[in-house]
């Protein structure tokens, strides 16, 4: 997966590989860009994978340190973005195996201003409330029901549904075959939809 | 092989629903202070002190011991506890004491020779009577066959008679 667009129209950003060299080569500056080219992709990956805001900061910044103290470890063969997303998966996966018996299906609703985004009103629905409500209903409802899947499943249906990696992309990150991925990815689908029958 | 067709059947409708989690991010205010707190986090890092094995075993003997702290209610039923236990062992520990050393001194003192004269002459009667007590011959038996504790035996002394007639020719 290559970088994103430069932000910044004027001035070009450098390529994962060039920043990777320079950070390997000593220069800590370099790393700041590749962290903030990639922080809200992490920072989703994680969440969806813990469904916590202040459990998802932890692990991002760990996350990041870990990518920062093991720099010289990396090697080309894969890219950056596929280094750093196994990097934060195996990183959330042990948490969650950690944490196994927490009650972390609370949500952060000071973050999650779902409800607020005009992308989600739906214009059939009359009501403020009730469209609220019936959209805070959803997310409660999809949260739960992912949570309930596996850790790996979860993480499979984040990488390929919520983060829209490629199966060959998220077999590389979870050091799985293609087939593998899809197996998992079908299972995973069937378990959501038995779960949310009510709402797809 | 795994059917691809199969596996994105129907799943429309799951996946759009899926695809809102894609917009579930923090505002734009949080993701600008994180490269800030990852600066901080890290000279946080270099500032830790290095843990010896020493401070480390001092550290988890103190964490056993905060974890052992009763609650608040219990402290001072098991102060008052404590202090009773102690003042009971005190009480024994001296009591014992003044018990065992007046034992010790009847048992050690050495008895003058007044004192060892006087009971000498207490037992010597008796010790003369037994000596000289008589034996009575005639209680006595002779030791012999007939003394010792043998069955009876019996010995046929005359020849069998029988009580046939005898046959006269």
Redesign the interface.
Known sequence: MESPPSTSESEPQPPDRELVSRTQAGDPTAF?VL??RY??RV??MI??MVNN?ADTNDL??ET??KA?QNIHSYKADATFSTWLYRIAVNHAINFLKRNKFRNNLSMDDD????HN?K??IDTDVTSDAERQTNLAE??NK?NESLMKLSEQHRAV?TLF????LSHAEIGKIMECSE?TV??R??YA?KQ??KY?KD?? | ??N?E??EE??Q???K???????????QS??DG??S??HN??RA?LLEPRYTFVSRFFEALETIRESLQPRPVLRYAMATSAVVLLLAASLKVSWTDGASSSGLALQTATPSVSENFAFTQALEPQKVSNVDQQIDAASVGPVSLDNKRVLPHYVIAQAPTSYDTAMAF
Request: neutral net charge; glycine residues 6%.
């Open positions: 700041d962290l903030v922080q809200q920072y989703g969440y969806n805001h991002l910044m990041f340190t920062f973050d999650a201003d779902l985004r992308e989600f959803l997310q999809l249906v549904d919520v983060q829209g087939g899809r197996s990815l079908f689908h959501l939809q949310l709402y797809v | 092989m795994f691809k199969r596996s129907n799943f409708g799951l996946q629903l899926l695809a809102m989690k894609r917009t579930e991010l923090p505002p949080y993701f994180v490269l707190e990852f986090r890290q890092q």
